[in-house]
């Protein structure tokens, strides 16, 4: 049997529907997003746009269809907090357990050591054991658990933040560089 090849790229504005098309059931159907609304597709791409000009945002696709994309946003707006940031994933409903998180997860930590980034940080809606073991098995600890903060389909959530370090913390960091500066 032969096995199909995954790629792992940059996310393009192009992008935006099939990326779309994997967010709308977490919207509608989890709290895995406290988002209510599905974005349009105009307002995904943007995302996109927005998240490229200092952040990695990609894809994992196989056969040219998108399975599942990672990427990072500014965990503050602040410059101090320039060293850390807040990740996010998501993976196409009916391919979970197959390695896409890990692959996106791993390749989004490499570009982020490129861009001198030392903390990525996750929120995660709680209870949600299935993101929670797979933060734990990336190498994510809980760091922060608030009560009842996020109210969803009928219901009250609580959030836990986990993290993650890429190294070591030193006196005088390096400059955060931006994803077009890694990438070229």
């Not at 861009?115 to 993101?131: D, L, R």
């Not at 389909?153 to 931006?178: F, N």
Request: glycine residues 6%.
């Amino acid at each position: 049997m032969m096995c199909k090849k995954m790629i792992i790229r940059i996310a393009k504005k192009e992008d935006a529907k099939q990326l779309l098309a994997i967010y709308a059931p977490y919207v509608t159907n989890t709290a895995i997003t406290f988002e209510y609304e599905i974005p349009s597709e105009e307002e995904f791409r943007n995302r996109i746009i927005r998240t490229l000009e200092k952040y990695p945002y990609l894809v994992l696709e196989q056969e040219k269809e998108i399975l599942g994309y990672a990427y990072a946003s500014a965990f503050k707006g602040r410059p101090a907090y320039d060293w850390a940031v807040e990740t996010s994933i998501y993976v196409k409903e009916g391919v979970h357990g197959k390695g896409i998180g890990k692959k996106l997860y791993t390749a989004l930590e490499e570009i982020l050591k490129k861009q001198h980034i030392i903390n990525m940080n996750a929120c995660i809606a709680y209870p949600n054991p299935e993101s929670i073991v797979f933060h734990e098995k990336s190498g994510y600890k809980t760091v922060a658990h608030f009560t009842k903060c996020g109210y969803k389909l009928g219901k009250w959530y609580d959030m836990i933040w986990m993290e993650k370090m890429l190294g070591p913390h030193p006196e005088s960091p390096q400059p955060v560089l931006s994803i077009r500066d890694v990438m070229e």
